[in-house]
Structure formats: structure tokens, C-alpha cells
């Protein structure tokens, strides 16, 4: 069973067409007016071993607000959408990343419960043209609409950019785990019987 999900969203601020699969071999087409996010996706793509494309457009001069925005709330939905009933998956996930002087770590449980922990300090408010602050308007909106539970903690780190992308990375690790099928698990890995 092909688990995939594309989504469509067009906005007056944006126009976001995007394909996930879950299970997929870490190709990524991602076609955005933010540089720095594009970067991002790619490697969360490529570290989560899933399949991305995303063609989006937005009011990037306003800022970037908006498309990053919307951009998270697509891949939560598709995220959601492809896993479906989620039976079989191990539900949980965990990942530490180095990156040179910087230490992330990302845990997901994929409950249907929406929330975001975000326990980094970003020292610097730009990377290149992207405001450092989008990050966590991103993984909140994606928490949000992936109907995940997401807690990102930096043990420490100096370097904006590497404190970002060892959280991608360390997020991508943390749902290709959680989204893994356990051929033991038998339905949905909840005592409640859904998720």
C-alpha cells in the first residue's frame, strides 16, 4: 500500500502544490522563493529516506512568514493523510544529531494530539535573508496539522545554521522511526484502539 498524499492550497498569500511519500527514497523536488527552507526540506527529505515535491509561490516581499507558514501546514496535512489509520506504525520516534559543535534532539509520538515543545535558543535572527523565528512558526504549524506531538530540544550549539539543520535532520530521523510499520503491532498502537 502506496502511503502518499498530495495537497493543493492556494491562499491569497500563497499557492502551495505538494507530494509526499512516506515511503520513499530521499528525492527531493522542492521549488520555493525561500532559499534557506528549500535547503531544509531537502535534507529532512533525504534523512527521513521520503519522497517530497513541493511547487510554491508566495509574498516572499512582504517576507517569508506566510509561505514558511503555509508550507508546514501542507506537509502536516500530507503527512497526516499518508499515514492513514496509521496501523503497524511505531507510532514513536527519537533521534539525536550532531552538527559540529551542535547537539538536537527531536521526539515525535504520532498521537492525533497536536503539540509543539521547542527547547533551542537561535542566537542569531537571520540566516542569510531567512528570519530565524520562522522556525518555530513552521514546526508548529506542521505539529499542528501532522496532529503530532513534536518536542525539539538543542543541548547546546553556537551556530544558528547548524542548530536549524541538526534539528531538520534530527526530525526527519525521528518520523522515518515513528512512521516505520512493526509487522508484531497488531492495529493501531494505542490501548484506546485509535489514534
Not at 528549500?38 to 527529505?45: A, E
Not at 534532539?105 to 503539540?115: A, E, G, I, T
Not at 537561535?122 to 518536542?151: C, I, Q, Y
Request: charged share 25%.
Amino acid at each position: 500500500m502506496s502511503r502518499s498524499a498530495s495537497i493543493e492550497r492556494i491562499t491569497n498569500e500563497t499557492q502551495i502544490k505538494l507530494q509526499l511519500q512516506v515511503d520513499g527514497e530521499g528525492k527531493a523536488d522542492i521549488k520555493t522563493p525561500v532559499p534557506f527552507l528549500n535547503h531544509m526540506l531537502d535534507l529532512w527529505t533525504k534523512h527521513g529516506v521520503f519522497d517530497l515535491t513541493i511547487d510554491a509561490s508566495g509574498d516572499v516581499e512582504i517576507d517569508d512568514h506566510h509561505t514558511t507558514e503555509d508550507i508546514g501546514i501542507c506537509l502536516g496535512i500530507a503527512l497526516k493523510d499518508a499515514l492513514g489509520d496509521k496501523k503497524g506504525i511505531k507510532r514513536y520516534g527519537s533521534a539525536f544529531v550532531p552538527m559540529d559543535e551542535t547537539l538536537a534532539q527531536v521526539v515525535v509520538d504520532l498521537s492525533n494530539r497536536p503539540h509543539l515543545e521547542f527547547r533551542a535558543e537561535l542566537p542569531s535572527e537571520k540566516v542569510g535573508t531567512f528570519d530565524t523565528e520562522l522556525v518555530h512558526e513552521f514546526l508548529w504549524k506542521f505539529a499542528l496539522e501532522a496532529r503530532m506531538n513534536l518536542h525539539v530540544v538543542v543541548h547546546y550549539g553556537t551556530n544558528t545554521h547548524h542548530i536549524i539543520e541538526a534539528i531538520f535532520k534530527a526530525l526527519a530521523r525521528a518520523l522515518d522511526e515513528a512512521t516505520t510499520v512493526d509487522p508484531r503491532i497488531k492495529g493501531v498502537p494505542s490501548t484506546k484502539g485509535m489514534l
